[in-house]
């Protein structure tokens, strides 16, 4: 075997190993999305408890607001140390689509650093309920886009789908959590007026997408717990509570107790995703270091096939197997193999060419598995892009701009991503026209190009 | 400010020397990529020599071989050179998913390594020029899918369009020498049977089809000079032999000039393909090393901001940029900001929020552009699974495979690359009840999922 061969062995395991590097970087991501995840559903409990402190100037849950922000920055501490840990050491080998990542946890932090201060305006009741909803909504989207770019660089099929379910449910969650603060809203004004029902049926229809997307790239563990949720009894009596509601005309009394009742039905609900959500991210926590684990056995044996390899006989291992391998394609056209002496045996099967091979079987089939994920997910992606540019040329709602694509596909009979492709090369066609073709909004990316 | 910004401050800064390592290595592989166009071409001249020499048993080109043997050495010595200096360095920052590329490397290698071994068959007349043509095939098939593996890894938008136009331009010359190859045998043998002339016409085909994706991503000046190419007098002389051999019936005398004139027309042609092709490498290590000195100049730029906010009044800056910024979407259908004070005025343009804001923006419209090409990329790779797909399932040559997708997709109205999805997934159905759906064949990897 010519000397040269220890080049070829040096790739084969530099090859292996740098599958292992990808892979602990992306289980580090995914521990970082379960530490977001938590820290996600305690800024959405400070949230709500802020928000009844203030309306109730301060006399209800003074205490338990204090207790909640202990939590939150419990979390946002365990958030912050895991940065640390993972993304701050020195000559740490990064993922180069890291930047992504990176560049939203900036955002992120950002955001956390100012929640001290939004914290000292509600102490001194220097923002109103609606503006402290909305900052602590800045802030979750914010963190849920950091979930989003961990998803969308994920190089493991399996993880990638996990992610997007995840991140796709934790937006469910997280709307279902806007609908419960629109709702108090209406109660604490005593009225729902047509806006307000707009809003709260806008709401629901964005949980719907995001539970779509979830539905689509969950397991069946998750699906069937999902569910579960859906038919338990206290969404039966939250989706009759949200009839009632919209049954409501402008200016209609309301009993005190709905408003209660609303509370709790609601929040039971985003207890029970929260339950989910945990269980997911778990999940993740496992898949993801099984993957490292697995990846680190295939090179230690490697390893050892390379070694039983050397304390054979070289002599006997074939001489020309990758240029006179029949199985691989050479000149086209080539009648058969006939002519070709038959080269390689037994032996083959513990050859350095046989490692390469299995290796190159091992690539493509992860890889054939990640683009279908990814053909999902860019598709996905293409239709919130595209609804994005018709929301501005055509000055259109977010549920309208989908509606209108929805049945542009079903006249045209094309796909939903086909049409989003055609309207975003058209918009792209009239940005090139303007001077700033409304692209490249932060709020875009801090969202994660999700709704709303 | 908080303390705690310096994190947010350090995720910046991390974001940014992430894209700067990405694009590093990003302009290794372009490097790379022109060493390999390099030796291909010197690989492809070392077959035909050899198969002449070969043919005449060792009477014609002898010397020349010898020559062209030093050529091709002294261009596999700079392939390892490089493969040493970039990727095997002792605690190098691999790309993660350079596993594929690496592996790529690997097989090559071990390819290059057997070229030896090959070679000395060639001299003891132990192989046909048929099968020493064959093995070379192998060979450079092998160094294709390093191309292939580098453009399907690229994370800049610009950069991949350069390397997959790249790429597929070297597989359309690689059809070219086969073409010419075959056509050589034809001469050599005296006649040109049926199967022959399938063989030529295909080998068009599939030229046709690798120039079609080429100039689908190709910039306008390779689109340009390929057209020149396409349009010149040696394009005219080979498409009028072309059509000559066509009508040439089985068995009919041939005038032995006619073979000079086919070698010297194929080869110029090959010639051109290889200036144009050199081009291109020139211009993919200008575009790759100018993003890295690009994204350096970036990184400059954040340090000098963030040093000239530190020199200035930190009390001027707003305190609640991210969480109270209005462009921002928060709360779900919040009527306005009209309620929240004017918190930023001109000293935003120069606070930490804007440098983030700013980057989100610059990875935004990367992404936008990256999905675009990948998009395109990822249709072509589906619709030449689907092709494989077909080949095996009902038995179908690869043209007619095509020919089967062009057709539905027009009886259907629908893309291409719809059609080979729906192929695929049936396949993928049917693949999961027999043991082995007859995927990942080390022949599709190596060759990159190219045609042939």
């Known amino acids: ?137 800045r802030l979750i989207a914010g963190l849920l886009s950091v979930v989003f770019e961990a998803a969308d660089v994920a190089d493991d099929p399996e993880v990638t789908r996990l992610l997007v379910a995840l991140f796709n449910f934790m937006q469910a969650k997280e709307f279902s959590g806007q609908e419960r603060a629109w709702g108090a809203i209406g109660f604490a004004g005593s009225q729902f007026d047509e806006r307000l029902h707009q809003r709260l049926e806008q709401l629901q229809d964005c949980q719907r997408r995001s539970l779509e997307v979830f539905l689509e790239f969950a397991g069946d563990t998750e699906q069937a717990r999902w569910q579960a949720i859906e038919d338990s009894d206290e969404t039966r009596d939250l989706n009759r509570l949200r009839r009632v509601i919209a049954g409501l005309s402008n200016g209609e009394p309301i009993a005190a107790e709905v408003s209660e009742v609303w509370y709790q039905l609601a929040t039971a609900r985003i207890d029970s995703m929260h339950r989910l959500e945990d269980a997911m991210a778990a999940r993740l926590l496992r898949v993801s270091r099984k993957r490292v684990a697995d990846a680190q056995s295939e090179l230690g044996h490697h390893y050892a096939q390379l070694q039983k390899m050397k304390s054979t006989d070289w002599s006997r291992l074939p001489a020309l197997a990758v240029l006179f391998d029949p199985e691989v394609p050479g000149l086209y056209g080539r009648a058969s193999t006939a002519g070709v002496p038959p080269l390689h045996g037994q032996s083959l099967a513990h050859s350095l060419y046989d490692l390469i091979r299995s290796q190159v079987a091992h690539i493509h089939r992860v890889s054939e598995e990640l683009d279908e994920t990814r053909r999902a997910l860019t598709e996905r992606k293409l239709i919130e892009r595209a609804k994005g540019v018709l929301m501005r040329n055509l000055r259109l709602n977010e549920d309208d701009a989908y509606r209108t694509m929805q049945q542009r596909a079903m006249e045209m009979n094309l796909k939903l991503a086909d049409v989003a492709a055609k309207i975003i090369e058209i918009g792209n066609r009239r940005g090139a026209l303007d001077s700033d073709g409304g692209k490249s909004r932060p709020a875009d990316a801090a969202r994660g190009g999700s709704p709303a």
Request: glycine residues 4%; charged residues 30%; contains cysteine.
């Open 1 to 137: 075997m010519p000397k040269h061969s220890e080049d070829a062995e040096k790739f084969l395991l530099a090859a292996k190993r740098s599958e292992i590097r990808a892979l602990e970087r992306l289980a580090e991501s995914c521990e970082l999305v379960t530490t977001v995840s938590d820290l996600v559903h305690q800024l959405q409990r400070e949230r709500g408890i802020s928000n009844i402190y203030l309306v109730s100037a301060g006399f209800r849950f003074s205490s338990l607001r204090a207790e909640q922000m202990q939590f939150s920055g419990k979390s946002a501490d365990t958030f912050r140390q895991l940065l640390h840990d993972h993304y701050l050491q020195e000559g740490r080998c990064s993922n180069p689509r890291d930047m992504r990542l990176l560049n939203s946890i900036a955002y992120s932090l950002h955001g956390l650093d100012e929640l001290e201060e939004l914290r000292r305006h509600v102490d001194a009741f220097e923002v109103s309920a609606l503006e402290s909803t909305d900052a602590f909504c």
